[in-house]
Structure formats: C-alpha cells, structure tokens
Nanobody
C-alpha cells in the first residue's frame, strides 16, 4: 500500500534552514508528481511546492526564492530545502501524491520557526 513518511522538521530560529524528506513506498515513485503542503495553526492546508516526474518545479509565492523541492528517484524520496525561515513558515508539513484512485498523504512533520 502507498506510504509516505516525512521527517526533518524541528525548531529553528528565524533565518535558519531545514531540509525535509518524504520517503515513499507502495507505488512507482518515478512516475508521479509529488507535492509538499503545510498547515499552520488555525489555517487551511496550502500548497508549498510541487515537482513533476520530469523534475519541473512549482512554488507558492510565499516561499519562492527560499525553498527548493527536489527528488531522488533512486531513493524514492522527495525533499524540501527551506532557507531564510520566518515565523510564518511554522506549521505541519505534509507530502502528497495524487494517484488514479485518490490523494495520499503522509503523517506530517512539525516545523516551528521561533526565537
């Protein structure tokens, strides 16, 4: 079955960096676009970044220039490199894959940006 496991979150000071990872299994990873979302307390989940199977990337305006999404098909893993973090980046970060039978989500990893 499809499984997505995020890791790499934590507490970081403003201006710091984090690298999130999402390990995928249960499907042909290289054939699908992958996405990172986040959900801040009291807010709706929002798209952060996406990467197609051909490595074309897209970003939300709020993170453009500060985040880089990448994938390693040999490791079935998608990454989100986040730099120049600000308190507004705080939230639970999820990865997602959209397959023919629906969307699959990981359990999320908490990112807290605070001094």
């Amino acid at each position: 079955q499809v499984q997505l496991v995020e890791s790499g979150g934590g507490l970081v000071q403003p201006g710091g960096s984090l690298r999130l990872s999402c390990a995928a299994s249960g499907f042909t990873f290289s054939a699908y676009a992958m996405y990172w979302y986040r959900q801040a307390p009291g807010k709706e989940r929002e798209t952060v970044a996406g990467i197609t199977k051909d490595h074309t990337t897209t970003y939300a305006d709020s993170v453009k220039g500060r985040c880089t999404i990448s994938r390693d098909n040999a490791k079935n893993t998608v990454y989100l490199e986040m730099n120049s973090l600000i308190p507004e980046d705080t939230g639970v970060y999820y990865c997602k894959v959209r397959r023919f039978n629906g969307d699959y989500w990981g359990q999320g990893t908490q990112v807290t940006v605070s001094s």
